[in-house]
């Protein structure tokens, strides 16, 4: 199973031209999804595009979501090296625009699973956690 889209609602009035460029600049330098205005039941939305099946949607609406936790999506990578790879990436992004937030965490360790992440949010009113899911070697 794989996920097809998720939506992401925003305060009407606050997706606007500079808003999803931004965005667009951002989570394409990052994760290289792609940006696009689509029109969806009337109105004008966002396409990021991750793959030909998978898209996160951005919309308006007058309830808007609301995240102030820690929720998130997470983003499976192939290595360590890869989650590194984004982590320093995220970071000189941040170093240019402080409204990048990241949360590291220590390695998480179970009996034969080492899971090394961080989470990662930008203009979006959720999260992303950037993992690896590592088997450890049996002793």
Request: one cysteine or more; proline letters at 2%.
């Amino acid at each position: 199973m794989r996920f097809n889209h998720m939506e992401l609602t925003f305060a009407r009035g606050t997706l606007d031209d500079v808003t999803r460029a931004e965005i667009d600049r951002f989570y394409g330098a990052i994760f290289g999804w792609t940006g696009s205005d689509v029109d969806v039941v009337g109105q004008k939305a966002h396409y990021l595009r991750v793959d030909d099946e998978q898209f996160i949607l951005l919309a308006e609406s007058g309830k808007p979501m609301s995240s102030p936790g820690y929720d998130h999506l997470g983003l499976l990578q192939d290595t360590r090296a890869e989650v590194d790879r984004l982590l320093d990436e995220c970071k000189r992004f941040q170093a240019q625009d402080d409204r990048v937030l990241i949360k590291e965490y220590e390695d998480l360790v179970t009996d034969n699973l080492v899971v090394h992440a961080f989470y990662v949010k930008y203009l979006l009113p959720i999260y992303f956690d950037v993992q690896v899911i590592e088997r450890r070697s049996a002793a």
